[in-house]
């Protein structure tokens, strides 16, 4: 029996077999990048050691973040470097076959699919645009309370005035969000909502209010970057990254 | 299109464990490590979340 295993990092066309953009690329378990091309399509694979890379093993590691960080950025880097030349339909991260053949099968057998896909890509690529709300100011100033206020009165009003003022902010925020999605959607071929980021992850203060990926072509995305650079003002902060591999459009079987 | 700004290194990881864990082709491998969606996120998000503590506390 082998004791290794084949990772799957993406497809596309067979040309990429003859391309430089693999050379000195190496995968997740150190072992260089090639591919197996299965007529007009092409895997992009990279040898793993089987217990490593084993169901149990690769469940264990899920939550060892530093183990979780090498494979993602690896696994990143690999797709991106085709990205940057190819169409690319990149692969979710530990996709893993026993041996060529079952990868092989795979371009067989899902291969209308798999070009639809291709195509869909082709010449377009994601852009994610974040969107964070201001932190609001606390007003420092507070007006004095009236003579003929219970002192736990006013301060109960005031408390529940700074709140409402807090929350109104906040759906106004969130409006102007969801308007700019739909607006930048038009520019795009298709978009795909993220759920918000946890602050602790994203390390900002501001709360994140607006997270999504837009598949664009290059008119579409230099369009993009204009409009998220004109819509971001004091109190919704946009930003922009990409171009990425198109990861968040290459769900099979979705038009 | 250029490329080149937002490189491998300069990505922040949440905004790849987005892309890699919930998007790409989902092809079911002849190692059938369930990556069910959500869960998986969680799984990550969790180990962040704890190690970003950790580093808090430290």
């Known amino acids: ?255 | 299109m250029t490329y080149a700004t937002s490189r491998a290194d300069d990505v922040a990881l949440v905004d790849l464990l987005d892309r890699l864990l919930a998007g790409g082709v989902v092809i079911t491998g002849d190692l059938t490590i369930s990556l069910a969606d959500v869960d998986l996120v969680h799984i990550s998000l969790r180990a962040l979340i704890s190690s970003v503590e950790k580093l808090l506390e430290q």
């Open chain 1, 1 to 255: 029996m082998s004791d290794h295993s084949v990772y799957l990092y993406a497809i596309g066309d067979a040309a990429i077999a003859d391309s430089e953009v693999l050379v000195d690329t190496t995968g997740v378990d150190a072992v260089a990048v090639h591919t197996l091309v299965e007529g007009p399509l092409a895997a992009v694979v990279a040898s793993v050691d089987r217990d490593r890379f084993s169901e149990e093993s690769i469940r264990t590691h899920l939550e060892d973040l530093e183990w979780l960080e090498k494979v993602a950025r690896t696994h990143h880097e690999v797709v991106d470097r085709i990205a940057r030349v190819h169409p690319i339909a990149p692969v979710r991260m530990a996709t893993i076959y026993l041996d060529d053949a079952g990868v092989r099968q795979l371009l067989r057998d899902r291969a209308v699919e798999l070009a639809a896909t291709l195509d869909r890509v082709r010449g377009r690529s994601e852009w994610g645009v974040k969107g964070y709300a201001a932190p609001v100011e606390t007003s420092a100033a507070e007006p004095a309370a009236s003579a003929s206020d219970a002192p736990g009165t006013s301060y109960l009003m005031r408390r529940r005035t700074e709140r409402d003022r807090v929350a109104r902010r906040r759906e106004r925020v969130a409006e102007t969000a969801e308007k700019l999605h739909q607006e930048f959607a038009q520019l795009a071929a298709d978009s795909r909502v993220y759920p918000l980021q946890d602050p602790r992850l994203t390390g900002r203060r501001e709360e994140m209010i607006l997270n999504v990926a837009y598949l664009v072509d290059e008119a579409g995305a230099a369009a993009l970057a204009q409009r998220v650079d004109a819509a971001t003002g004091n109190e919704l902060r946009l930003e922009l990254t990409g171009p990425w591999a198109p990861y968040s459009f290459t769900s099979l079987g979705e038009s």
